[in-house]
C-alpha cells in the first residue's frame, strides 16, 4: 500500500490517494461495511456504481462463519465475495467487545463465546495476523482491546497497554508483505493517554493508523475531542482512520480535522430499518405521509433509487418487508454517503472546506425550520 | 394486444408474439410473479437482463396492499414498480381460493377475508374489473372461481357455471380498449365440463384464453391430461395460458400441447428457499457438501450467479440468511426457467421440438443416474 497526500492544511483536511494492489481510492473515503463478505443486498457491480472504492469486512464474523481456512482454500475473500477493489479488514476487537456474549481478556489473548452458537474462542494477536492474511485483504488490522465506556483510568491505561502489546505482536506476526498493518489508538477518553499511545504506536512503524474506542456510547463531544487532540499527533504521511464512524456531520468535521478514512453501518443499517438520509433531513419511509407521495425520497438526488421509485413504492415495499425495499434504500443511503465524500473532496481540493461545512449546516438548519 | 404465430404444427408447439402497448414478446413465453409488484429481490434492470418479456402481478395482494386507488393515483402499476415491459395481472381469484382464512362464493362474487388482517373483503366480477382497470396491465383476467380438487362433478359443475357468467360480466364491465380480457377455463378434472367452458368462452370471444384450475392438488397426469384435452379446443388464432404452472418438465410438456404462455413461483420461491435448477438436477444449496466447492452452481450455465460466485460462497450467503442469497439464487433460478424458453423456441422455431424433448429428458436421466 502506499499512501499519497495531493493537498493538506496544517492540521486540517487533507485530500490524498491510498494504492493498494486491488486499485486506488481517493481520500478521505468512507468504506461501506460488509459485514459478513456481502455489503448487505448489494452486489460489487452495484457498489462500483455507487463510487464505493474500498469495502470493510469482519475478521470475526467470516472466522466464525464460513471461516479463514475455507475462504483461503477458495481463492481468499476478494475472489469468495467477487469484489476486486481495494479490501479491508478489522481485527475483531470491536466485535468482541460488542457481540459476543461473554469474554475474558488475558495478556496472551482474548477467550470468548461465538454470539451465533455460544461457543468458545480463542484469540491472540498472532491468530488474528494468521486469519487475516488467510482472508487476504489489502489493509488490515492489529487486535486490540476496545475499551468499554466509561471506564476508570486504571482500566484504561492496562487496556492500552495490552493493545499495544498485541500490536507489536500482530507487527512480529505478519508475513505478507502486499498486506499493509494498520495500529488501532486507544486510551479512552484520556487525552494523555492516547497521546502515550499514539506515540508508542509510531515509534512501533505502521502503514496507517486508527482511531479506535470511539463511537462506544460516550457523548458526542467527548468523541470530537479525542478526535481534535489525537490526529494532530498522528503522522502525516499515513492514512488516518476513525473506526465505526459517523454520521454525515461527523464525517463533514472529523475530515475537516485530517481523518482520511471512516466505515460505519450507520447508511446500511439505517437503509434496512426505513431510516433514510436526504438532504433535507432523515426520513422515516414507513411513515403514512409518505403513502401516496408520487416522488422520490431526495428530489436532489440523482442515485438509481431516486431515479425510478416513488416514496409511494417506497413504502409499499417497506411495509410489505420485500426484499427489494432493503436494496433499495441501501443504494440511496449508500449514495448519500459516497456522494458527500465526493463533495467534501472537492471542496477539499478547491480549498474551500470552510465553506463547504458552512453551507452544510446552513442546509440542515433551514430544512430543520429552525 | 395483438397475437401472431409465427409456427404451428397442428396440435403442437406454436411459435408466436404476443405484442401490447408496453413492448412484444415471444412466445412461448415464461412470466416470472411479481405479486406485490414486485419479483422478489430483482430490479426491473434484472429482470430485462435475464430477457423476461412479460411480468406477472397479482390482483389480490396489490388490492388489499397498497390498493388500486393508490396505484392508479401514482400513475399506474408500469409507473409505481418502473417495469415498461408488458405486465399481466389475474384476477385474484386464485389467491381468494388458496389464501384468504374464509371464503363464501355467491352468484354476486366472493365474501372472503384478508390474509393480512383477517378484514372482510367483498369481490365481484364488475369490482375485479375496475382494480385492474386501476393498475393497467396490458393482460387482465377475468373473475373465475378457482374449483378445489378434489370436488364432486355437481360441484364442478356450478362452479363452472359460475365463473362463465362472470366472465361474461366482466367482459361487460371492461371499459379500457388498450387492455387485453382473458378468459379463464374451468371445470376440474372432467373433460366433459371443461369442453363445455371453453365452447361457452369461445362464443363470448376473448382476446385470450387461460386454463385455470390446475396444478391445486391434483395428480400430474390428470392435470396433463386436462391440458391435452383443452388446449386444441381452444382457438388458434388467440393465446393460450396455463397459469400457474409450472416445472421445467411441466413447460415443455404443455408448449409441445400448444401452450403458450406460463407463469410459476416455482423459480422464484425455490430460489429463496435454496432449491436452485441446474443442468444436472436440482441442488439444495445448504446441503454441506457445498461448503467448500469452489465451482458455480451450474457450469454450463452463463448467468449472473453462476459466472462470478462459486457454490460455497452461495452456501455461505444462504447459511448467513443474507439478502444476497435471496437475490443471486433469484437471478439464477429465473435464468433457468427463461433459458429453457429460450431454447424451446428456438428448437419450436427449427422444427425440432421432438428432438429438443428427447434430449431435455435424456440429459435428466443421465444425470439422475438412472
Redesign the interface.
Known sequence: MEFYRWKQDTDGPRLGEIRTPHGAVPTPVFMPVGT???V????PEDLKSLGAGMVLANTYHLWL??GAD?IK???GLHR???WDGPLLTDSGGYQIFSLAPTREIREEGVDFQSHLDGSRHFLTPEGVMHIQEALGADIIMCLDECTPYPASREYVQGSMERTLSWAQRCQKAKTRKEQALFAIVQGGMFADLRRVCVERLVEMDFAGYALGGLSVGEPKEAMMEVAAESLPLLPEEKPRYVMGVGTPEDLVELAGMGADMFDCVLPTRNARNGMLFTSSGKIAIKNSQH??E?IPLDEHCIC?TCK???R??L???F??K???A???NTIHNLWYFLELMRQLRRAISAGTYEQFRVRFYQQRRVHSGS
Open positions: 459478513r463478505g456481502t448487505k443486498g448489494l452486489t462463519r464460513p475455507l482454500a477458495v481463492g469468495f465475495m467477487h403513502r401516496e408520487d438509481y425510478h421509485y416513488s409511494a413504492y413504502r409499499h415495499l411495509m410489505a420485500e426484499i427489494l432493503y436494496r433499495l
